[in-house]
Structure formats: structure tokens, C-alpha cells
């Protein structure tokens, strides 16, 4: 264990503050300042994500051409490749079948852009949540039959849909399923499954999205095209580059591990997207008001969110058209609309949180000690909303967490979020096989379910057993894990370059935290309806500015709107704030405590 950064053993949200390194880390860091050149915090940042000295300059640097695999290691590659290329040969029509959030967006947008590309006719369909639910059904598999399609790709989703795809078979199409959600040994009956989750896929791919999982199957088709002498006489093969905007996208927004080769896509596909080619992107980030080239911040908490409440809450064929279109005025209209949708989505939620929250500490007891999952439900939720709000619950009691919106006649829709180290998906796929759901699965962190609302104590009850205990563990190892402290002075534009360096950060890559040590709170103030902002001073003078989003209620917004003149450790991502012009260093403050009186 290493030691308590500055003696905190409980900060204001009850958490313990770790060095991330010990001593080993420690001295591995100075070795990498003393050989390499690398700055100080660099050099802590990239020991604490398990960075190696042989493995320095590539993950410094990582490139595509060095990290992407052959397709055809994951199982069905070859024969989806094929058939793809067939159907782009033969100009039969292509029916794409897209999940509603922002991963199958991106998907679908980067199979029918390659399909634009050369010129073969496609539909897109993206099921509505509330009428149609998650992932193919019959009745749109005979819809786009009687369109004219005479080949299915599933993508983000079909991994598990056995009766849409018979009935696609039956129609005489071939389906193929791009997915990479985890499966159960008992697969659809597809022309191919290309799945790096499959139980019988070796490849090591499991942490990519579906869009990592199209742009290697697009890979493969232009490779089969060109083995058949396709592109002979015709214009240049797509540029598949250009398209990793898309799969940055989705990698951020689905919050997949950015290790390896998602780590190429991200840093890559960031790129591509300063370029501001991308009219929908383009239009999106302007009325978000996004500040200066797109990072993974903005990806997660400006980009996604707006793209994802058309799946949720309005039309969720809105986000593939975005990203499809070359029409400036197109992009800027369905831009305007998503941002309309996404406010609507916040008032939703806001009110779902609290009845959630409510019922949560109900169920949990006053001392919030009693019970390792929550499992809430209700009449009155928004199923589009219902992920959002079980993330709100895990965040706050540090436990998975589902949200479950009752239908009124008997049934239910929910969404699960986790913790780290709890596999949600495994166990949401378990339940079903035990017969306490009627459908579900996911991945480790995130998860859905459709339950009869009659099962959901007993559902409670088996989750509960199992997944307890390793729940309780991560909630007994739950701290924060700080890369260093450094002064407001010592905050400049140069140092948050430099440690940009070790990103991309996401999931399994956590953005560097550091601590401004005892700096005295020179004010605080609401902005909106929840979130901080602040600003504190060293001890030389220096005044750094910082925000707090969603604290206004909690124990952070609390201790800072109520700590005016008082010193605080402020822990924090670094940033800079370029709003209304300039570039001013600032930070994103995750937690506060109180400093330790010798």
C-alpha cells in the first residue's frame, strides 16, 4: 500500500487520498527524468499508468500502422469481408442496423460512409428505445426486407438476437453481426458473428467498440476488394483515415479501455477531428461552445451527451444523420435539435436523480452501510433516462447500480452502471439464464435489462449474492489515486501540454490528478443550477481558477461554497479554460479535503 497523500485518510467525500506511486514507482519516475529528459510530472504520470522503459517511445507515440492487428485474427472476419465485398461487387442494397446510442452511430455512420464511398444503395435503421428496444426485431428486419435490402449488418448489437435473425434467414438475407458485446456460447445463426467478445475469439481484442470493431471490418473489405482487382479503373479506395473521428468517438463515448490499440484510434481520431472536416461534429462542437481542439473531455461530456439524447429521449436516427451528412445547414439544424433534446433530457433527469437517490438511501439505511447493489425502480422514469440515472447512484453510493423504468402493465427497462473491479455484463447475462430476466447483458461496466416487474426483488437478491462481496471490496478500496501536488504557480500552459503527452485518458487510463496543496479559497459561487466554481490562491499569490460540476449539492460544493479565506487541499484534473477567449490555466476539482494539523 502506498502512503496517504498528505496524511488524508478521509477527505469531504470520504475517501482516501493514495500516492499513486510508492517508492519503486517513485524511483522508476526519476529514472525516466534522469535518462529520457522528460519532465517531472510526465514521468509520474506515465509510471502510474504502468508505462516500462522499452515500452516508452511507442506509447508516447502511438501509431495505427503499428498496433493494428490482421482483421482476420477475430473469428468470422473472413467470412463478413467476403460477403460485404460480394454485395459491394454485386450493388445489392445493404441494410444497416444501428443501436441507438452513440457507439452504434458512429458505426452505423462509418459503414454507410464507406458504402456512399462506393456507391452502393443502403438503409440505416435505428430502433426507437421506448417502442422497438435494444438491437434488431422482426418486424423492422421485414420492413427493410420490403425496402429492397438483401444483406443485414447488425452493428453494437445482434450478438444475441436469435429470432430477427431467422427471420432475416427465412426472408433469404444473409446477416452479419459487428458487435462487441459480451456473448453467450449460444450464438445467432448469422453468415458471421464478428465479435472480439465471442467466447471463441482469441484475438485479445475484447476492449474494442463497435465502431474499433467496423473500422477493422472495413479494413478487411477494402483488403478483399483489392485482392479481386475491384478497385481497377475506379476512383481511389475510401480513405479510411479520415474516418477515425468516428472511431474516437465512439471509443470515448463508450468508455471501452484506451489501451493499445484504442489508445491509436482515440489520439488519431482526435486529429482528424481538429481538422473540423466533419460538418455534423462541426456544427455540434460550435453549439456546444467547445473551447479550443476537441480532447477526450469533450468527446465524453459535450460531444456524446448531445448525440446520445436523440437515442434517449427524441428521434434516435438523428445522431448517424449527423455524422453523415455534408450539408452544412443539414448539420447545423440537427445539431440545434440534439442540443434542444439534451437540455430536455437534463430537466428529465434531474428529477429522476432525486427520487432514485431517495429510494436508494431508503433501501440502504441511514448509515448507507447495508446492501452492496442498488436496485431501484419506478412508473414515472424515462427509459431513455434510466442509464443515466443508475451512473448518478453508482457515483454517489459507490456501488453498481440500476435504474429500472416500469411500464405499468407488468414489465420493466433499466440500465446498470458499475464499479471497477464488479463485471456487470456477466452477471446481468446470468440472471437471464437463470430465468430472472427476460433479456440483458453488456460489458463489465455498464449493462441493460428488460424484467418482469415481478422479478425484481429476486433479481435484487441474486445480485446481491452474487456480486457482494466483490462490491463491498471495491467500495473498501475506494480512494483517490493522486499523480502528484503541485502549486497554482506552477500551473502553466506548457506543464498541461507536456502531460497531455501520456494521454489519451479514459477508462483503464485514468486523467492525471493532482492537488494544490493548502490553498486558501478566494471565492466560490454557483454557475447554473449545479455545478462550482471557484478560485484559490497559493501561498506566493498565484490565483488559479477551478470548477466543480455537479457539486453544488454535495459534500465538495459545500465545503467550498462555505470555505471562503480558508486554506483546502483542492484535488483536480489541470486544464485550460479557454471560454470567452484566452487560454487560462485551470482546475477540474474532483475532490477537496481539509488539511491534516501536524
Not at 447483458?441 to 445480485?463: S, Y
Amino acid at each position: 500500500m502506498s502512503r496517504p497523500f498528505l496524511g488524508i485518510e478521509r477527505s469531504v467525500t470520504d475517501r482516501l487520498w493514495r500516492d499513486r506511486l510508492d517508492d519503486a514507482g517513485r524511483a522508476t519516475a526519476l529514472a525516466f527524468v534522469q535518462e529520457y529528459g522528460l519532465d517531472d510530472m510526465l514521468a509520474r504520470v506515465l509510471v502510474g499508468r504502468g508505462v516500462v522503459a522499452s515500452d516508452l517511445p511507442a506509447y508516447l507515440e502511438p501509431r495505427l500502422r503499428d498496433l493494428m492487428p490482421d482483421p482476420s485474427s477475430l473469428v468470422g472476419m473472413d467470412a463478413a469481408a467476403e460477403r460485404l465485398a460480394d454485395a459491394i461487387i454485386a450493388q445489392q442494397k445493404i441494410a444497416i442496423f444501428g443501436d441507438y446510442d452513440v457507439d452504434g452511430a458512429c458505426s452505423s455512420a462509418l459503414l454507410a460512409g464507406y458504402l456512399d464511398a462506393v456507391g452502393v444503395a443502403r438503409i440505416i435503421h435505428i430502433p426507437d428505445r421506448l417502442i422497438e428496444g435494444y438491437g434488431p426485431n422482426s418486424e423492422a428486419i421485414r420492413s427493410l426486407h420490403a425496402a429492397g435490402a438483401q444483406l443485414l449488418v447488425t452493428v453494437d448489437c445482434g450478438t444475441t438476437s436469435h429470432e430477427p435473425i431467422e427471420e432475416a434467414t427465412r426472408l433469404g438475407m444473409d446477416t452479419l453481426v459487428l458487435d462487441h458485446h459480451q456473448a453467450p456460447v449460444d450464438l445467432p445463426r448469422a453468415l458471421a458473428i464478428v465479435n472480439p467478445n465471442r467466447q471463441d475469439d482469441l484475438s485479445g481484442l475484447g476492449h474494442l467498440c463497435a465502431a474499433g470493431v467496423v473500422f477493422m471490418t472495413l479494413i478487411a473489405v477494402s483488403r478483399v476488394l483489392r485482392r479481386r482487382g475491384y478497385w481497377a479503373g475506379r476512383a481511389a479506395e475510401p480513405d479510411l483515415m479520415a474516418s477515425l473521428d468516428l472511431v474516437a468517438l465512439g471509443t470515448v463515448a463508450d468508455v471501452v479501455p484506451l489501451k493499445g490499440l484504442n489508445r491509436a484510434f482515440v489520439r488519431q481520431g482526435l486529429q482528424v477531428t481538429r481538422a473540423r472536416s466533419r460538418p455534423g461534429l462541426r456544427a455540434l462542437a460550435d453549439i456546444a461552445r467547445l473551447d479550443g481542439p476537441m480532447t477526450p473531455f469533450h468527446l465524453g461530456f459535450l460531444i456524446g451527451p448531445r448525440i446520445n439524447a436523440g437515442g434517449r429521449i427524441g428521434d434516435a436516427a438523428l445522431g448517424a444523420r449527423l455524422l453523415l451528412t455534408h450539408d452544412d445547414g443539414e448539420a447545423v439544424a440537427i445539431a440545434t435539435r440534439l442540443d434542444g433534446l439534451n437540455k430536455d433530457r437534463q430537466a428529465i433527469e434531474q428529477v429522476m436523480v432525486a427520487e432514485a437517490e431517495a429510494e436508494a438511501l431508503a433501501m440502504l439505511g441511514i448509515d448507507e452501510a447495508n446492501g452492496n447493489v442498488i436496485v431501484t425502480a419506478s412508473t414515472a422514469w424515462h427509459p431513455g433516462v434510466v442509464g443515466l440515472v443508475a451512473s448518478r447512484l453508482k457515483e454517489r453510493f459507490r456501488r453498481p447500480a440500476f435504474a429500472i423504468a416500469l411500464d405499468g402493465r407488468g414489465t420493466g427497462t433499466g440500465s446498470a452502471r458499475s464499479v471497477a473491479g464488479v463485471d456487470l455484463g456477466r452477471a446481468v447475462r446470468a440472471a437471464v439464464d437463470a430465468g430472472l430476466a427476460i433479456k440483458g447483458g453488456g460489458h463489465a461496466m455498464a449493462a441493460g435489462v428488460t424484467i418482469e416487474e415481478n422479478k425484481i426483488d429476486a433479481l435484487r437478491a441474486f445480485l446481491e449474492t452474487r456480486l457482494g462481496t466483490a462490491s463491498a471490496e471495491a467500495r473498501e478500496e475506494n480512494g483517490l489515486d493522486i499523480d502528484g501536488s503541485i502549486s497554482a504557480g506552477g500551473v502553466r500552459a506548457a506543464l498541461i501540454s507536456e502531460i497531455e503527452k501520456a494521454g489519451p485518458f479514459g477508462s483503464s487510463q485514468p486523467e492525471p490528478l493532482f492537488v494544490l496543496p493548502s490553498h486558501i479559497v478566494v471565492d466560490a459561487a454557483l454557475v447554473g443550477t449545479s455545478h462550482v466554481r471557484a478560485r484559490f490562491k497559493s501561498p506566493d499569490g498565484t490565483v488559479i481558477g477551478g470548477i466543480a460540476f455537479r457539486a453544488a449539492d454535495g459534500p465538495i460544493g459545500e465545503a467550498l461554497l462555505k470555505g471562503r479565506g480558508s486554506a483546502l487541499h483542492i484535488a483536480g484534473h489541470l486544464a485550460i479554460d479557454r471560454y470567452g477567449g484566452g487560454e487560462r490555466p485551470q482546475i477540474r476539482i474532483v475532490d477537496v479535503a481539509r488539511p491534516v494539523r501536524a
